[in-house]
């Protein structure tokens, strides 16, 4: 099949791979997002999808909007058969939906219909499930929403963050999408609706979400920090200013300090939530490096009854 590529961040490089490696397949172009301001200078940079793609000598289409008159009549133009869609970031339109003769078929990084919308992987790891995985699916008007075509299974590890999971996906996604477009070419595929039960929301994870609430459980403490890193990122407030927190472990044997309450020691820091003690494993200040949490609490000098908020 002839097909035209979205996708925008790093996640969606392997599956651009994938399909560019594919003997079946023809990817004619990719479509991204504009070139968005990075670094320290702010200046503008390509998206991950569209360097690999320009690296391939291949088309890169980076409309504004998906509706933009131009944008669609060289979709036209193109005649793709099908448009595979990795983390594109942008709503799509009818208009734009009816060009492809076999539709627009993203991978999504979920089991639907549990956690539609833009941040499944980490709402998944905050939520505690044991299980997660892949879906591929007929994209419709709706919120992700579409019949499905194919799903995989990942377990979610005790100490994965949302990017070491959402690595882990993105590969394995690869192939899922890459079998996907050879049983819709073959004709073996066809979508069938997802389930009317089960269905969860996954928003995208605002900078206030990540706040961390030390009054609830230590286990739900682990949760946000690993599910916020590495973005947002989770964290908290000293003495007034951010401390950012990148890891946590659990110490259930600890449970004689407050919400919050902070205790150091040698070379480890402390800190009670609503169950029990977990460590500050690596900590990052605001305007700093990410570092140690003993290494922080020595830094700082902590005193007897601090507390983070």
């Known amino acids: 099949m002839k097909l035209v590529f979205a996708g925008t961040p790093e996640v969606a490089v392997p599956a651009l791979d994938a399909l560019i490696a594919s003997e079946r397949h023809e990817v004619a172009a990719v479509v991204t997002r504009p070139d968005a301001p990075a670094g320290r200078g702010r200046r503008l940079v390509a998206s991950p999808v569209a360097q690999r793609a320009e690296e391939a000598g291949i088309e890169v289409l980076k409309p504004t909007r998906p509706r933009d008159p131009e944008f669609q009549a ?18 799509l339109p009818k208009s734009a939906l009816d060009i492809p003769t076999r539709g627009w078929v993203n991978l999504h990084f979920s089991l639907l219909p549990a956690w ?24 419709e008007e709706g919120l992700d929403s579409g019949p499905l075509y194919g799903v995989l ?9 949302s990017g070491d999971l959402l690595t882990r996906l993105a590969f394995a996604g690869a192939g899922l999408l890459a079998a996907t477009m050879d049983g819709i070419a073959d004709g073996a595929l066809r979508a069938v609706p997802q389930p009317a039960e089960g269905i969860s929301l996954a928003p995208k994870i605002t900078v206030e979400d990540a706040k961390v609430d030390w009054a609830a459980p230590a286990m739900r403490v682990d949760r946000v920090v690993r599910g916020c890193n590495p973005a947002p990122g989770a964290w908290t407030v000293f003495r007034g200013e951010r401390l950012k927190l990148i890891s946590v472990g659990l110490l259930p044997e600890r449970t004689d300090l407050a919400a919050g309450e902070l205790a150091g020691a040698k070379n480890n820091v402390y800190v009670g939530t609503g169950s029990h003690a977990v460590e500050l494993l690596w900590v990052q200040p605001q305007g700093k490096k990410p570092m140690r949490g003993a290494d922080w609490a020595r830094g700082v000098r902590l005193t007897v009854g601090e507390r983070l908020a």
Not at 74 to 89: K, M, N, Q, S, T
Not at 153 to 161: F, G, I, S
């Open 74 to 91: 060289r979709l036209r133009e193109i005649a793709p058969d099908c448009c595979p869609v990795v983390a594109y970031g942008a709503l």
């Open 116 to 139: 539609r919308g833009a941040a499944p992987v980490q709402h998944s790891i905050m939520a505690g499930d044991e299980v997660t995985g892949a879906s591929t699916f007929l994209i």
């Open 153 to 161: 299974t990942e377990e979610v590890r005790p100490t994965d963050t």
